[in-house]
Each structure stands twice: as structure tokens, then as C-alpha cells.
């Protein structure tokens, strides 16, 4: 099925520094997404991305956070700076663009796992 | 505002045991209602999905019925395999804000003993 690759898987970095995290979504797919996963815990909802634009974020959504997408290529999420308790599992997501049944599928990366000391 | 709601923390059973996942939303539109499967090490993936009310979703021996009476769209598989063993997500969507909002349950692990 439809493949979204998240790079790096793990990522490990001082408190205060920046981080990127990098996502490929599915080809043809122009709806983006960020969820944040605290270890055993619910999938939060952070942001959704579509043509050039936030849609909508959550409260998790910090100032310190940013996400675009220049030109088709990764879509990244950007934390500078980091503080501790941004350390959680991050997954992007992808689906097709907003409107009709085709819409209704969120299709998943296998999360990059950032850790903030 | 949307929400779903699991109760169920986690669910130990052994192998050919009847699984019950417990899922009930809330909303005033009429959303989609979905499942979504999640291995260990690995993101979520889509399990089933139903987007009319009183219809049924089945993949893979699972199956859920979208019950608009009770708001309930709970997970049933008659019988588990060890391969099961897994976080499950109830969720749902919801196309009617003028954009895509995706809401998730807290999650309910699976452990299948064989």
C-alpha cells in the first residue's frame, strides 16, 4: 500500500538545540499531518498542512514549532528550541487532498523517535 | 467537540479467545468511524472503516459496526492469533469543518498468549 517514510528514525540531542524531522509522504497526497506520541500514551494531534498552509493546530503546538513543505519536498517539523518534554515518538501522516470518501484515510510513517537530554 | 473514547487500557487473551475492544464517540455530525491497527516499532495502520450508520467494517477477521443508536463502533474478532498482539485505535473523522479532523482514542493493547 501507500508508503510515507520518516527520517531519522531516532534522533538523540541537547536540550535547547534544533531538530528537523523529515517526512516523504505519499506521492500524490497534498493533506499533511503531525502527531506526537508520548511512550505507552495516546496519539496527539499537532498540525495539519495543506497547500502551503496551516489548516489547523493543537495547543501542543508550541511557538517553538514550525512545519513546511518548500516545493514538494520533505515535509518537516521543525523544533527549535527543544526542551525536554519533547521527547516522544513523532509520526507524519499523509492523505488525499480534503473533500469526498477518498479523504478518509490517514496513512501513517513509522514515527521518528526524538529524544531531548 | 468530537471525541472517542476507549476504556479499555489493555486486553490480555490467550490464542482462539473472542476479542471485545470497547469504543463509543461523540459528535453532532455524521463522521466516519475507523480502526486503526498499531505493531510494535511501527506507525499506525488502517484496520477498517465505515462511513455510513449501520453498516458494517470487516478486514482480516475483525469487524465493527458503526452504531449511531448506542454511538458505539466497538472491535470484534471471533477468534486471536498471537500476530494480533497490538495497539488498537479507535478514531474518527470528521469532513465537515471545512477541513480534516482526525480524532483518536487513548489506544487499548493487546497481548495474545499462545
Known amino acids: 500500500g501507500p508508503k510515507v517514510l520518516q527520517i531519522p528514525s531516532h534522533q538523540i540531542i541537547d536540550m535547547g538545540q534544533m531538530v528537523t524531522l523529515n517526512c516523504d509522504p505519499v506521492?500524490?497526497?497534498?493533506?499533511f499531518y503531525w502527531y506526537k506520541q508520548i511512550l505507552g500514551q495516546q496519539m496527539e494531534f499537532l498540525v495539519n498542512?495543506?497547500?502551503?498552509?496551516?489548516?489547523?493546530k493543537s495547543k501542543l503546538f508550541k511557538d517553538q514549532f514550525s512545519v513546511e513543505r518548500p516545493d514538494g519536498s520533505y515535509f518537516t517539523l521543525k523544533i527549535q528550541p527543544t526542551a525536554l518534554e519533547d521527547s516522544a515518538v513523532y509520526f507524519c501522516?499523509?492523505?488525499?487532498?480534503?473533500?469526498?470518501?477518498?479523504?478518509?484515510?490517514?496513512?501513517f510513517g513509522s514515527g521518528t523517535r526524538l529524544t531531548v537530554l | 467537540g468530537d471525541s472517542v473514547t476507549q476504556k479499555q487500557g489493555q486486553v490480555t487473551l490467550s490464542e482462539d479467545d473472542f476479542l471485545f475492544i470497547n469504543c463509543t464517540y461523540s459528535?453532532?455530525?455524521?463522521?466516519?468511524l475507523l480502526w486503526y491497527v498499531q505493531y510494535l516499532g511501527q506507525g499506525p495502520q488502517l484496520l477498517l472503516k465505515?462511513?455510513?450508520?449501520?453498516n458494517k467494517g470487516i478486514s482480516r477477521g475483525f469487524e465493527a459496526t458503526y452504531d449511531k443508536g448506542t454511538t458505539s463502533f466497538h472491535l470484534q474478532k471471533a477468534s486471536v492469533q498471537e500476530s494480533d498482539s497490538a495497539v488498537y485505535f479507535c478514531?474518527?473523522?470528521?469532513?465537515?469543518?471545512?477541513?480534516?479532523?482526525?480524532?483518536f482514542g487513548k489506544g487499548t493493547s493487546l497481548t495474545v498468549i499462545p
Open positions: 498542512f495543506y497547500n502551503g498552509k496551516v489548516m489547523e
Open positions: 501522516a499523509s492523505s488525499l487532498a480534503l473533500g469526498g470518501r477518498r479523504a478518509e484515510t490517514l496513512y
Open positions: 478514531a474518527l473523522v470528521d469532513l465537515n469543518t471545512g477541513y480534516q479532523n482526525f480524532y
Open positions: 506521492s500524490n497526497h497534498l493533506y
Open positions: 459528535t453532532t455530525t455524521y463522521p466516519t
Open positions: 465505515v462511513t455510513t450508520a449501520n
